[in-house]
């Protein structure tokens, strides 16, 4: 611990720690004493005032050392919880004081540059891939608010956004996203032909009209029969029904019933679920809940099967839409924050995005990011290319008593952005 | 980095283009951004038959309007690029009348203050609106800015600047004493921002300004002692989760070094096969290049002769051969002897050997409903 750190000479001259003997008799009340009170009901402030009177050294304190023991007394005991409204800023923190691996490292300060070098805000256009639980493309939606277009590249079978979640936006800013497996990178331009056609009276060209591409993500639900589709987009209609395989493990019909139903994917399915309960917060969102209580196993398989149907048809229309989309190569960004190398993605990536467009490549080390650089330079038709890291460093401010705090994070992840420009006829020449 | 001429404001076509939109094509009326060359912008108006003389020529609008944003320009003595302006390009090139925000604090307000579209937002002072711009961007379209500045023409500049970038309906810039007569607003802000010398003056008028849900707060001062009066105040006033915090970004260079192998006598054999002591000389992170008088040694010798640095490195835009990172360029003849010429060739991220040490602190809080 940091020495020092009580400025006892400072505040109060005549009082200082040089009669202060550290051990267990200071305090007359055992724990045996406390763990009375508190069966006995005695409330918090209680027990605080108590303590207090029953230390020995209290009043030999000085004032801030007082206040300091009042602090840590009353945290122990009298607990308090506020109700936050999720923010990007408190997950953020949430997710990287938890578990910082399973963001790839990202922390506040890099998701804050992502945002604001990526230009992100209302009406635009992104293509966003990543690997972070979905905190990037959960910020994302935020600057969003529910206008403009999201073309998310997940890995797996299916998208897998614990954060998303845990945000509980309303549906209106889930209609912008098209989830697109990122395996079919390779394949999109394959079919261009129809999308090219459809492209003339279908196209993501301003929000205006892909409010109307984007409708029928949640209107086609309405041909569901069961009608239970109705509040849940895609996406969640999939993660909710993974949800009931994974949290109802003492039903044991229930849930080799659901996984038959999914035996196709199972493999990944259950990264997925793992990744998913690691970071916790799915089992707190309303819809889930919605869905664990809703009807017998019977009906639940029965809604399974339509849901497949309904599933695969809106995935086989997300995915078209989002072709037709992207075969404008008119996107106003791209991000990158993801586990995987990011040279292969952001190079099959790029082509999607328009000129004079932000691209924002986040990584947890740096040598990728330097690979990445190199070839985007080989590449050509990027420019400002700039690799950099934020530094953060909080402060403890404290009357005569303000410095650094004595621990800080030692790295955030690595960040490399550029603008996308018009490529040369050399350039596009060049051999890759 | 200034706007070339003078731009006379009649010729505007207010609206056309927007901080808060892109769009596709150039147009009159426009505010673009020149890139010249690396961290070389500047900032321009786009008018009909307007010329703009640039380092690489004369530049014509009238050959600019109607094409794409992120063409390359061919000028007589070089080429440019014209740029989509965003607040971040506009950070870099706008007309300084105060010392202004850059983008990685920027960054970092806008996020902490939670900002997304629909947020309102009471910023002094307006200064050069270097933040405004990225405020604006995020809260767009249906949140609100109400900046203030005491000083007469900034308060003008600004709002000029605003209506040109096609922000005009989503803020207001009052000139006003912000420390002395507050904001004249009540139960409006979900966040408030604060880049004054005294900010801890405007505080109680800060408070009054939240909406009755509370919101968040941050001033930005350069000094210490400044922070400690703002988080004292702020504290009293009951604003809670206060949090002083420094972020500063560092920018790599990425090169090529060339770093020569000591001469250790008698010539290592380095990296035969199986060899254990020979696998260890083998670079693991970059390859061994060897000056043998072929062609590979002259653009060795070349690129030391013209070394933009000492150390023989050279920055990666220029350096021609390039390996991928490993086991790539040489095809490792390990059979070589070592020679006297031979170096370790790798690709780095270099810190920066000078950078910004210090912006400012900036101080968060919360304001919670009662
Ligand atoms: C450093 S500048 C702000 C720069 C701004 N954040 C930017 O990024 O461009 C500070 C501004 O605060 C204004 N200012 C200082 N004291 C003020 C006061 N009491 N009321 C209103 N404005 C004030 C100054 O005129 C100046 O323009």
């Not at chain 1, 995005?353 to 690979?371: G, I, K, N, T, Y």
């Not at chain 2, 490195?313 to 095809?331: F, L, R, V």
């Amino acid at each position: 611990m940091f020495v020092g750190d009580n400025g006892d000479s400072l505040e109060n001259p005549e009082k200082d720690n040089r009669n202060l003997v550290d051990g267990s008799g200071n305090q007359k009340l055992s724990r045996d004493d406390i763990e009375a009170m508190k069966k006995g009901g005695v409330g918090g402030h209680n027990i605080v005032e108590q303590l207090i009177e029953n230390s020995a050294t209290f009043s030999k304190k000085t004032d801030f050392a007082q206040e300091k023991y009042i602090k840590k007394k009353k945290k122990k005991y009298l607990p308090v919880f506020t109700v936050l409204r999720p923010t990007t800023r408190l997950l953020a923190e949430m997710y990287f004081n938890k578990g910082p691996l399973k963001i790839c490292n990202l922390r506040v300060d890099s998701l804050a540059q992502i945002l604001n070098e990526a230009n992100v805000r209302a009406h635009n256009k992104l293509i966003v891939m990543e690997t972070c639980l979905g905190l990037v493309l959960g910020a994302v939606m935020e600057r969003m608010a529910g206008e403009g277009v999201i073309i998310n590249f997940f890995t797996g079978t299916a998208p897998s956004r614990p954060a998303v979640d845990a945000f509980s936006y309303p549906d209106s800013y889930k209609s912008v996203i098209y989830d697109v497996p990122l395996d079919l990178v390779h394949s999109l331009g394959t079919d261009t032909d129809s999308a090219k056609d459809s492209a003339v009276d279908n196209p993501g060209q301003d929000s205006a009209k892909t409010e109307d591409t984007s409708a029928p993500l949640n209107g086609d639900t309405t041909s569901d029969p069961t009608g239970d589709l109705t509040e849940v987009s895609m996406v969640e209609s999939e993660r909710t029904s993974r949800g009931e395989a994974d949290t109802a493990p003492s039903d044991g019909g229930t849930r080799v019933g659901v996984s038959a139903s999914e035996a196709v994917d199972t493999d990944s399915s259950q990264k997925c679920v793992t990744d998913v309960s690691a970071a916790g917060e799915r089992e707190e969102t309303p819809e889930s809940r919605l869905v664990k209580g809703a009807g017998s196993w019977k009906k639940r398989k029965f809604v399974s099967e339509e849901d497949r149907l309904v599933k695969r048809q809106l995935k086989a229309k997300t995915l078209h839409d989002a072709k037709v989309i992207l075969a404008q190569r008119d996107m106003d960004g791209l991000i990158v924050a993801s586990r995987f190398h990011p040279t292969p993605v952001v190079l099959s990536l790029i082509d999607y995005v328009a000129p004079s467009r932000p691209l924002v490549v986040f990584c947890q080390h740096q040598e990728p990011l330097l690979d990445c650089y190199m070839k985007l330079k080989k590449r050509g038709g990027v420019v400002l290319l700039k690799l950099t890291e934020t530094w953060l460093r909080e402060y403890q401010v404290l009357p005569s008593r303000t410095h650094p705090q004595v621990n800080m994070s030692g790295t955030g992840g690595y960040l490399l952005t550029g603008t996308v420009v018009e490529r040369t006829r050399e350039e596009m020449d060049k051999p890759s | 980095m200034k706007r070339i001429p003078v731009v006379d404001t009649s010729c505007i076509h207010a609206g056309t283009m927007s901080f808060a939109k892109y769009k596709k094509t150039i147009e009159v009326g426009d505010t673009a951004i020149l890139l010249l060359g690396y961290d070389n912008m500047l900032q321009l108006m786009i008018e009909k038959d307007k010329i703009y003389q640039t380092k690489y020529g004369a530049l014509r609008c009238n050959e600019l309007i109607g094409t794409r944003y992120g063409r390359r320009v061919q000028c007589s003595k070089g080429w440019l690029y014209v740029l989509h302006a965003t607040p971040e390009l506009w950070t870099v090139t706008l007309p300084h009348r105060t010392q202004i925000l850059y983008a990685t604090d920027i960054s970092m307000i806008v996020f902490q203050l939670d900002l997304k579209p629909g947020s309102v937002v009471i910023e002094s002072g307006t200064g050069s609106g270097s933040l405004s711009h990225a405020i604006l961007r995020s809260v767009a379209p249906s949140g609100y800015l109400h900046t203030f500045d005491f000083h007469a023409q900034r308060v003008e500049k600004a709002r000029q600047e605003f209506e040109e970038h096609g922000l005009g309906h989503l803020v207001s810039v009052a000139e006003r004493d912000t420390c002395k007569n507050g904001f004249g607003l009540e139960c409006v802000a979900d966040a408030v921002f604060l880049d004054l010398p005294g900010p801890w003056d405007v505080l109680p008028f800060a408070k009054q300004a939240f909406k009755a849900e509370g919101g968040r707060i941050c001033s930005f001062s350069p000094c210490i002692e400044q922070v400690q009066r703002t988080c004292e105040t702020l504290e009293k006033l009951g604003f809670t989760d206060i949090q002083s915090l420094e972020c500063l970004a560092r920018t790599f260079d990425v090169r090529t070094v060339n770093m020569p192998l000591a001469n250790l006598g008698g010539g290592v054999d380095i990296g035969v096969e199986g060899d254990q002591s020979g696998s260890l000389h083998q670079p693991c992170i970059g390859h061994i290049e060897y000056d043998t008088g072929g062609r590979d040694a002259k653009n060795t010798k070349k690129r030391r002769g013209d070394g933009d640095t000492p150390d023989g490195s050279t920055e990666d835009g220029a350096s021609k051969k390039w390996s991928d990172g490993g086991n790539g360029g040489d095809a490792g003849d390990g059979r070589t002897k070592m020679s006297e010429s031979a170096s370790f060739v790798f690709k780095t991220a270099h810190p920066p050997v000078q950078m910004p040490g210090h912006t400012g602190f900036l101080t968060f809080a919360t304001l919670y409903p009662d």
